[in-house]
């Protein structure tokens, strides 16, 4: 009887483990570099890509469903269980210790699978490349405007609607040609094994504010492909490089937007160029705004005229429900080494600036290969 009536405060405390351990892994980016990120990662995560990918369905959509439905039902009967005076205290909490151990593997299994991503050395190491937190005024001005020359010249380009993705099994394929074609200048960006899903989750993540997530105990991207059409592509790229070992969101954007860039097909290239304009514009706004507005009356009207579709989407969507999300999902990231927050996914400006000043432009430069 001794020995049960210690089990159960040992088994309440087993989520601390996993994550002492992974705090120790942390504290060495060099060692999750070389043999995590470089070797260990790799062929597990196309492995999953593999065992996932040939299913229609989004299994790990379906796996979080279950998650939830398992955790309201562990509750359900704890609530229960607390109520009955005739329990022993054992077993009022059996239910509390399912979800601590169900916490405490899946702790593990996330950074195993995936997570330590978060503390690898990355893109910066990968590409040499120096990212200030700041920058001046006519380096963004810069951006913005070669940016904005860009994507006025995709949305009149002659073959702009014939190279409109006629479905989402076409825009996949796409994406991953893009990554194809990147790899040939950078071959630790190569894709293989493709695994993109349309989320079920779709419609509610449009008031949750997500736009596509990567699940790392599939090996899935799932993308919201209820969300207007132009910010798809990006959207692909973007968990693809959360699917290749990129968990920084401003890398993810930042090596997403590399792909698209390298994408024979206009309509991804627009998509790209785009989303990079948005964040970049936001950053200058917050340095000089009315050059900001100045910029935008030079977009084309068609240009414009997605903006404001945008616009009405965002607009569309605004719930308490985001609120709270956004406040879940900057905890989240904040506890993953991204100091940032939910702000970090506009951190890829610093990662376009960086480039441009090592290589000129962004744009297919050949480099060796490392």
């Not at 779709?202 to 699940?215: D, E, K, Q, T, V």
């Not at 070992?245 to 390298?262: D, K, Q, R």
Request: aromatic residues 16%; positive net charge; hydrophobic residues 40%.
């Amino acid at each position: 009887m001794a020995n049960q009536r210690t089990l159960h405060p040992i088994l309440l405390a087993l989520p601390l483990l996993p994550i002492l351990c992974v705090y120790g892994i942390s504290q060495f980016p060099d060692f999750i570099e070389t043999y995590y990120a470089q070797k260990m990662y790799p062929p597990l995560s196309q492995y999953l890509r593999v065992a996932s990918g040939w299913l229609p369905v989004s299994v790990g959509d379906v796996f979080y469903f279950l998650l939830v439905l398992f955790l309201f039902i562990q509750i359900f009967f704890l609530i229960k269980n607390l109520r009955k005076k005739q329990l022993a205290l054992a077993e009022k909490l059996r239910p509390l210790i399912r979800i601590s151990v169900s916490i405490s593997i899946l702790y593990l299994c996330f950074y195993l699978l995936w997570g330590l991503n978060y503390y690898r050395k990355g893109i910066a190491d990968q590409l040499e490349l120096r990212k200030d937190g700041t920058y001046a005024t006519q380096e963004l001005l810069a951006l913005n405007s070669d940016l904005l020359q860009i994507i006025n010249q995709l949305r009149i380009h002659p073959d702009f609607n014939k190279q409109i993705f006629p479905s989402r099994e076409a825009m996949f394929k796409e994406a991953a040609a893009s990554y194809q074609n990147l790899s040939h200048h950078f071959n630790f960006l190569g894709y293989r094994s493709v695994s993109l899903k349309p989320t079920l989750y779709g419609r509610l993540g449009n008031y949750g504010g997500f736009l596509g997530y990567y699940n790392p105990f599939t090996g899935e991207g799932q993308v919201n492909t209820t969300c207007p059409y132009f910010l798809q592509p990006f959207i692909t790229c973007h968990e693809i490089a959360h699917q290749i070992g990129y968990a920084s969101e401003s890398e993810a954007n930042f090596i997403g937007f590399l792909a698209t860039t390298h994408s024979q097909n206009i309509y991804m290239q627009y998509s790209g160029h785009l989303e990079m304009y948005l964040y970049a514009s936001g950053k200058l706004r917050q340095t000089d705004s009315n050059l900001v507005k100045s910029l935008n009356q030079q977009l084309h009207p068609l240009v414009k005229k997605d903006l404001k579709e945008y616009k009405a989407y965002l607009q569309a969507h605004e719930t308490i429900l985001q609120d709270w999300t956004n406040v879940l999902f900057d905890l989240f990231l904040k506890s993953n080494h991204q100091q940032q927050g939910i702000y970090s996914y506009k951190d890829v400006v610093g990662w376009a600036i960086a480039y441009r000043k090592k290589f000129g432009s962004w744009l297919k430069k050949k480099t060796d290969n490392r």
